[in-house]
């Protein structure tokens, strides 16, 4: 089975309360998002007995996610200090974060994407912002076609650690984009599509417009944070 992104959107308040301590056992739910699959245990229902289910699963997690739970509620998604392996964690429990057992019902988010974008529809994207030759026969009359330089398009491949220029670990690519930065992304993306390019896959097109672009459009308009998760 295929691997595609998936967009979400949400608040930027709520996360702050998530991160600022408003929102009670914030840890445990970090710790529940990363802990709900990896026990075999029957845990009480989380809508009829949420506390009595974070409860379980914080004492259920596994120490050094408890660990990393503790550090998002009191640092949020903050890689400085952190080892090599526990950035890795850190990566895994964000991408974990955008699921309906994540922060689903904390977070509120919104689901953009309908089926996910492809990886190669993103690098066929972010190729228009480079120069090339098209048209002409054999080499002969063909133009060339300058591109659009980019600033965050790159991190919709890559993805993007929070809080600095870093990839994350290619198991677990996510980025998350504040309101102004979707606005920024907005005019590159919108950018790139306007470019007089034929597409190599004219489906990549479509997909891009169906999948990416609303969910930018949605983000940059309401001033709402842009989440994508590779998965």
């Known amino acids: 089975m295929g691997m595609f992104w998936q967009f979400f959107s949400f608040d930027p308040q709520r996360w702050e309360a998530l991160v600022t301590g408003q929102v009670p056992d914030a840890k445990k739910y970090f710790a529940a998002s990363a802990t709900w699959d990896q026990v075999d245990d029957d845990f009480p229902d989380p809508e009829e007995q949420p506390k009595q289910y974070l409860d379980a699963l914080w004492k259920s997690a596994q120490p050094e996610v408890a660990a990393m739970a503790q550090h998002i509620a009191l640092n949020g998604i903050s890689y400085r200090g952190l080892t090599t392996a526990s950035a ?138 842009l989440a994508g998760r590779y998965t």
């Open 88 to 225: 890795a964690l850190l990566d895994s429990m964000v991408v974990g974060f955008f699921c309906r057992e994540g922060l689903e019902s904390v977070l509120h988010f919104t689901i953009e994407h309908k089926d996910g974008l492809s990886p190669k529809a993103v690098s066929e994207l972010l190729s228009r912002s480079q120069p090339a030759r098209t048209g002409g026969f054999l080499g002969f009359g063909s133009k060339v076609s300058l591109g659009q330089p980019v600033n965050l398009s790159p991190w919709l491949a890559t993805g993007r650690r929070n809080g600095t220029n870093d990839a994350p670990t290619p198991d677990d690519k996510y980025f998350i984009f504040s309101g102004s930065e979707a606005r920024e992304l907005l005019t590159e993306v919108t950018g790139l599509l306007a470019i007089d390019r034929q597409w190599q896959t004219p489906e990549f097109e479509r997909h891009i417009r169906r999948e990416l672009l609303p969910a930018i459009e949605r983000a940059a308009g309401a001033n709402l944070c």
